[in-house]
T-cell receptor
Framework: RKEVEQDPGPFNVPEGATVAFNCTYS??????FFWYRQDCRKEPKLLMS???SGNEDGRFTAQLNRASQYISLLIRDSKLSDSATYLC?????????????FGQGTTLQVKP | GAVVSQHPSWVICKSGTSVKIECRSL??????MFWYRQFPKKSLMLMAT?????????EQGVEKDKFLINHASLTLSTLTVTSAHPEDSSFYIC??????????FGPGTRLTVT
């Protein structure tokens, strides 16, 4: 079983749609959680951290359920520029900094 | 946010040669840096953790004699792919950790071995 699992998609949605991505992780020792965005042939960029209380940044809402080991990302009012691969990332404490484990990514394609 | 640079951004080399990739933290010090590899349509896979002043820690299945890592200073880590083969062709990305366990990634180096 993969340590971090995501539905690879692709998700094809029209502009303005609301889309939700899900992610599960297997290591209960996971310390912190993130969503990264990766554009084609580019490095990942941090989209947002994920907390149990849920957090929102504009059109993006992230949620963590530690009991179910489940992470979600909701994108409202999709824009063409949201087209990218969204990576669910879990930090497992290792030494002083921990190490990141990446899901395989979910591809989003927003159509006009 | 923190800035991490990589050099070169892309490189083509012949089979059997060695290639060195540099990763620099530009506006902060990083005692630890991470090296990842990403194959097309696959996710990032951690190769090793680079530690300033000590040996790198390699992930299972990564050959330490093939992928040499040197953390020369608090702002520089290098990855040398020795005796490169076509199957080493990949996207290599480094990162440095932030204050809250997030990581800042370099722009990546695309290696093609012919």
């Amino acid at each position: 079983r993969k340590e971090v699992e995501q539905d690879p998609g692709p998700f094809n949605v029209p502009e303005g749609a609301t889309v939700a991505f899900n992610c599960t992780y297997s290591n209960s020792a996971s310390q912190s959680f993130f969503w990264y965005r990766q554009d084609c042939r580019k490095e990942p960029k941090l989209l947002m951290s994920v907390y149990s209380s849920g957090n929102e940044d504009g059109r993006f809402t992230a949620q963590l359920n530690r009991a179910s080991q489940y992470i979600s990302l909701l994108i409202r009012d999709s824009k063409l520029s949201d087209s990218a691969t969204y990576l669910c990332v879990v930090n497992i404490l290792s030494g002083n900094t921990g190490k990141l484990i990446f899901g395989q990514g979910t591809t989003l394609q927003v159509k006009p | 946010g923190a800035v991490v640079s990589q050099h070169p951004s892309w490189v083509i080399c012949k089979s059997g040669t060695s290639v060195k990739i540099e990763c620099r933290s530009l506006d902060f010090q990083a005692t630890t840096m991470f090296w990842y590899r990403q194959f097309p349509k696959k996710s990032l896979m951690l190769m090793a953790t680079s530690n300033e002043g000590s040996k790198a820690t390699y992930e299972q299945g990564v050959e330490k004699d093939k992928f040499l890592i040197n953390h020369a200073s608090l702002t520089l880590s290098t990855l040398t792919v020795t005796s490169a083969h076509p199957e080493d062709s990949s996207f290599y990305i480094c990162s440095a950790p932030g204050r809250f366990y997030e990581q800042y990634f370099g722009p990546g180096t695309r290696l093609t071995v012919t």
